[in-house]
């Protein structure tokens, strides 16, 4: 009799687990009901609810970034000033070489961002300093940099247009965001190295014991992390059409609150793409319906504060419910 309450106690505690899993996309649906019914005429516009996706692009592209460094045990603190200091490098190029194939120009800030990852890598996979100590040194790199590369920004008319306008069309950009991320998703599902990033952020002395070189895992880890900033700050710069000397500033906090809310997890070893993305859009659809109550941006921040802290206690509560689902206790008949 004891057995059957506990394996009906379990069955509830999986679905249970099932719903928290998926809280970012409930809280989607609940943020979205309640907006649309305040709102009717703005939130039930399909041009409005495409126009929000598009808008979240950029963002998505930070908060993947910052997904993988968690799953791998990690985080980076300077997610924001690589999107800024990418963007503006990739953008002074453009300017000095007039005659740059225009193709070509697109793969420039990914190439400038990835090799900002690959310096954090370098300190945290290779010479294993604290990531917080590591990312948080170059955030003030990266910061001070962007002054000296072009302390006013750069804007639209010393830019190509077809680089421009990868980031201006809104078709374009949502199908190279979908691609992207289901690339991700196959990568982390079904690819060794995606196995060995949620191994060694789960365990990394069992991860060691099976002969994955952890210092190698971060250093990609990080590299892939930069890349994806990178393709934001390409995004970034055709949404705003130009280059702002401040693009990409705070979107390191939205970024670990998009994570967060998406459920990945803060220990690593845990989490989806597919799931921050949905954090992605939770934050976009809170963002749209804000901005429609003419609500100030100071709320609107503490409004993430208020996300991030319930995300992260529903994720311990989740943890909890894990655990007792993967070792059950069966005391006696």
Not at 136 to 147: A, D, E, S, V, Y
Not at 243 to 262: C, D, H, K, R, S
Not at 294 to 304: D, H
Request: positive net charge.
């Amino acid at each position: 009799m004891n057995r059957r309450l506990k394996l009906r106690k379990i069955s509830k505690d999986t679905i249970l687990l099932y719903v928290f899993e998926e809280i970012s996309l409930i809280l989607i649906l609940i943020f979205f009901g309640i907006f649309a019914y305040l709102r009717p005429k703005g939130m039930l516009n399909i041009n409005t609810i495409i126009f929000t996706i598009y808008s979240a692009v950029p963002l998505g592209f930070i908060v993947l970034a910052e997904s993988i460094a968690l799953f791998s045990g990690n985080f980076d603190l300077s997610v924001d000033q690589i999107t800024g200091f990418s963007a503006l490098a990739a953008g002074r190029l453009l300017m000095f070489f007039k005659g740059f194939p225009p193709v070509l120009s697109v793969f420039l800030p990914v190439i400038f961002g990835a090799g900002c990852g690959s310096l954090n890598g370098l300190l945290v996979g290779g010479l294993r300093l604290n990531p917080f100590i590591a990312t948080l040194g170059n955030l003030m790199f990266f910061k001070g940099m962007k002054l000296v590369i072009s302390p006013s920004g750069i804007w639209a008319d010393s830019l190509p247009p077809f680089y421009l306008s990868i980031g201006q069309s809104i078709p374009a950009t949502i199908i190279i965001f979908g691609i992207i991320l289901i690339f991700l998703w196959f990568i982390f599902r079904y690819v060794r190295f995606g196995v060995n990033i949620y191994a060694v952020g789960g365990n990394p002395q069992s991860a060691h014991m099976l002969g994955i070189n952890i210092g190698r895992t971060y250093f990609y880890v990080y590299v892939l992390d930069g890349a994806l900033c990178g393709l934001a700050s390409l995004f970034y710069t055709g949404y705003v059409s130009a280059i702002p000397v401040n693009l990409g500033e705070g979107t390191m906090i939205l970024a670990f609150a998009g994570a967060v809310i998406g459920g990945v997890s803060l220990r690593g070893g845990t989490g989806s793409v597919i799931n921050a993305f949905w954090g992605v859009l939770l934050l976009g659809f809170i963002e749209a319906g804000l901005a429609m109550f003419a609500v100030s941006s100071e709320v609107r921040l503490a409004s993430y504060g208020i996300l991030v802290v319930t995300a992260i206690i529903i994720a311990r509560f989740k943890d909890s419910l894990r655990n007792r689902i993967l070792k059950p206790k069966f005391t006696g008949e």
